[in-house]
């Protein structure tokens, strides 16, 4: 991919997540905080962003100086998975 397609590319990355994906994901990240489920639609946005993590990571891979942040970006969407599968597992009285 030449310099001028990556540059479009992360720029849409980033309005994507500033404009979408991050307010959304910090909203996922209180509501499994909170011991709460997720729903279907929240399941189907989270695999929307692991698809674009996934492209970010390429990019970054070329672009070092987006490292940092696509690694705090991954953490997040770990910890949400991860806190949604315990509320899953605690729900259905099964161990966390």
Do not use: C, W
């Not at 990556?6 to 996922?28: C, H």
């Amino acid at each position: 991919m030449s310099d001028s397609k990556d540059a479009g590319m992360i720029q849409t990355l980033l309005d994507r997540l500033n404009k979408q994906r991050l307010p959304r994901a910090l909203a996922l990240k209180d509501q499994v905080d909170r011991g709460e489920r997720l729903n279907d639609h929240d399941i189907q946005f989270l695999k929307l962003v692991f698809e674009d993590a996934g492209v970010a990571q390429g990019l970054a891979d070329k672009h070092p100086e987006f490292q940092p942040l696509v690694a705090r970006l991954i953490g997040l969407y770990s910890d949400i998975t991860s806190k949604a599968l315990a509320n899953e597992q605690k729900d259905k009285g099964g161990l966390q």
